[in-house]
């Protein structure tokens, strides 16, 4: 079933079954389009100040070369999910027959991003090219009052370099639920309504922008944190469309792509079930949801929403200015608890949960953030494991890498 090119399919026991034979390989919903080169082959620090200048970060550990040379680094760094433009495809193929058939699971139903959880054990730096295997990890069933049957699954991440050195592993988590059209009264977030602002509230917002804490170079050593203590708070938004317009400037498309003109056409021949007809009649990109409210409620949500990237970049950017220049952000993991809507302001809070020497990984902290918008409501809750410089054990140490998946394309 159709809706001005938009497709609609059902969740059935046979479509999940499909999913479950992609266990290992390539996940068919998460496809790149006529372009499978990533946004940047290779990490430069200027790929890198445009990253982080398109999430609203100006660090300068991130942005200047002499600033960055005078760090424990002695260089420009990449932040943890700039990894999300890096990586050339080495997904393991699956055999042709095999992918024709599993090609079709899950398709025609709405995907959401709804969180992660990744490694970090090498800095990535200039001249650094990336390898990525996204693959199924696992394929779970839910039942919703609200929203009926969804199904959850995990992508297996893994990013390693020429050397087979890993930079980055871990998983994503999508949600895939029925496109429906919003119904009013009983839908989960049926009583969410468009922000609003008073000049009071603007002020608020303003004044925790020019309050906004950043360590850099005052080192955070581990024998100073105390459990228990709260990190400084940080705000992001209201959000907007333009927002989005410079992440997308930053990062790329990530996954499907959203490519112009003749390269638009070639998209859509790769994924016809990615574009639906606009209100011109025209085919156009479903990534739109995101700013056309008429196709949002087409597919079942109140109004336009960020995607999962933008928050998993306020993590990472809160947790930078959180720890400085000689910490090393070993474990991020976060969770997108409603949507983020265009307008909402997402102030972020954090707790430091744990202080201990771990026996392989050492000096470290354990933290707990969460992001919660306008209304009260948390719409991130996210975990973090950081390693700290020590008075009595030294500086940081990385830690050791795993090898690379054994789900990937043979070398």
């Given at each position: 079933?159709?809706?001005?090119?938009?497709?609609?399919?059902r969740?059935?026991?046979?479509?999940?079954?499909l999913?479950?034979?992609?266990?290992?390989?390539?996940?068919p919903?998460?496809?790149?389009g006529?372009?499978?080169?990533?946004?940047?082959?290779?990490?430069?620090?200027?790929?890198?100040?445009?990253?982080?200048l398109?999430?609203?970060?100006?660090?300068?550990?991130?942005?200047?070369?002499?600033?960055?040379?005078?760090?424990?680094?002695?260089?420009?760094?990449?932040p943890?999910?700039?990894?999300?433009?890096?990586?050339l495809n080495?997904?393991?193929?699956?055999?042709?027959?095999?992918a024709?058939?599993?090609?079709?699971?899950?398709?025609?139903?709405?995907?959401f991003?709804?969180?992660?959880?990744?490694?970090?054990?090498?800095?990535i730096?200039?001249?650094?090219?990336?390898?990525?295997?996204?693959?199924?990890?696992?394929?779970?069933?839910?039942?919703?009052?609200?929203?009926?049957?969804?199904?959850?699954?995990?992508?297996?991440?893994?990013?390693?370099?020429?050397?087979?050195?890993?930079?980055?592993?871990?998983?994503d988590?999508?949600?895939?639920?029925?496109?429906?059209?919003?119904?009013?009264?009983?839908?989960?977030?049926?009583?969410?309504?468009?922000?609003?602002?008073?000049?009071?509230?603007?002020?608020?917002?303003?004044?925790?922008?020019?309050?906004?804490?950043?360590?850099?170079?005052?080192?955070?050593?581990?024998?100073?944190?105390?459990?228990?203590?709260?990190?400084?708070?940080?705000?992001?938004?209201?959000?907007?469309?333009?927002?989005?317009?410079?992440?997308?400037?930053?990062?790329?498309?990530?996954?499907?792509?959203?490519?112009?003109?003749?390269?638009?056409?070639?998209?859509?021949?790769?994924l016809?079930?990615?574009?639906?007809?606009d209100?011109?009649?025209?085919?156009?990109?479903?990534?739109?949801?995101?700013?056309?409210?008429?196709?949002?409620?087409k597919?079942?949500?109140?109004?336009?929403?960020?995607?999962?990237?933008?928050?998993?970049?306020?993590?990472?950017?809160?947790?930078?200015?959180?720890?400085?220049?000689?910490?090393?952000?070993?474990?991020?993991?976060?969770?997108?608890?409603?949507?983020?809507?265009?307008?909402?302001?997402?102030?972020m809070?954090g707790?430091?949960?744990?202080?201990?020497?771990?026996?392989?990984?050492?000096?470290?902290?354990?933290?707990?953030?969460?992001?919660?918008?306008?209304?009260?409501?948390?719409?991130?809750?996210?975990?973090?494991?950081?390693?700290?410089?020590?008075?009595?054990?030294?500086p940081?140490?990385?830690?050791?890498?795993?090898?690379?998946?054994?789900?990937?394309?043979?070398?």
């Amino acid at each position: 079933m159709s809706d001005d090119g938009l497709i609609r399919n059902r969740l059935t026991d046979e479509s999940v079954d499909l999913m479950r034979r992609r266990i290992g390989y390539a996940n068919p919903t998460l496809r790149t389009g006529a372009i499978d080169e990533p946004w940047n082959i290779n990490c430069t620090d200027d790929a890198v100040r445009r990253f982080v200048l398109c999430i609203g970060d100006d660090n300068p550990l991130f942005t200047d070369p002499d600033y960055a040379k005078q760090t424990r680094w002695g260089g420009v760094i990449a932040p943890p999910a700039f990894e999300k433009s890096m990586g050339l495809n080495r997904a393991p193929e699956l055999e042709p027959e095999e992918a024709k058939i599993t090609s079709k699971a899950l398709r025609g139903v709405q995907l959401f991003h709804s969180g992660g959880e990744n490694f970090y054990y090498a800095p990535i730096m200039e001249g650094e090219k990336l390898y990525r295997s996204r693959y199924v990890k696992q394929v779970e069933d839910k039942q919703s009052e609200y929203s009926g049957r969804s199904v959850i699954v995990t992508n297996g991440l893994c990013l390693w370099d020429d050397d087979d050195k890993v930079a980055v592993d871990g998983v994503d988590w999508f949600i895939h639920a029925e496109r429906k059209k919003k119904a009013g009264g009983k839908e989960k977030y049926a009583k969410e309504q468009p922000a609003s602002y008073t000049d009071e509230d603007l002020a608020e917002i303003e004044e925790a922008y020019d309050a906004e804490y950043r360590r850099g170079a005052d080192t955070l050593w581990f024998e100073d944190v105390v459990p228990g203590s709260s990190l400084p708070r940080m705000v992001k938004g209201p959000l907007t469309v333009t927002d989005l317009m410079s992440l997308h400037m930053g990062a790329g498309w990530l996954i499907y792509g959203g490519w112009p003109n003749r390269l638009a056409y070639e998209n859509r021949k790769k994924l016809r079930g990615f574009y639906n007809r606009d209100e011109y009649n025209a085919w156009d990109t479903i990534q739109r949801v995101h700013w056309d409210k008429e196709l949002a409620e087409k597919v079942g949500v109140r109004m336009m929403y960020d995607i999962g990237p933008v928050r998993q970049f306020h993590v990472s950017n809160y947790l930078t200015n959180f720890v400085g220049d000689d910490a090393w952000i070993y474990r991020v993991r976060f969770e997108f608890r409603r949507f983020n809507y265009i307008g909402d302001v997402t102030w972020m809070t954090g707790e430091i949960t744990e202080v201990r020497v771990d026996e392989k990984l050492g000096p470290l902290i354990e933290i707990t953030l969460r992001g919660t918008n306008q209304r009260g409501s948390d719409n991130i809750t996210a975990s973090a494991t950081v390693l700290l410089p020590s008075k009595v054990h030294g500086p940081v140490k990385l830690p050791q890498a795993p090898p690379p998946t054994q789900h990937r394309a043979p070398t």
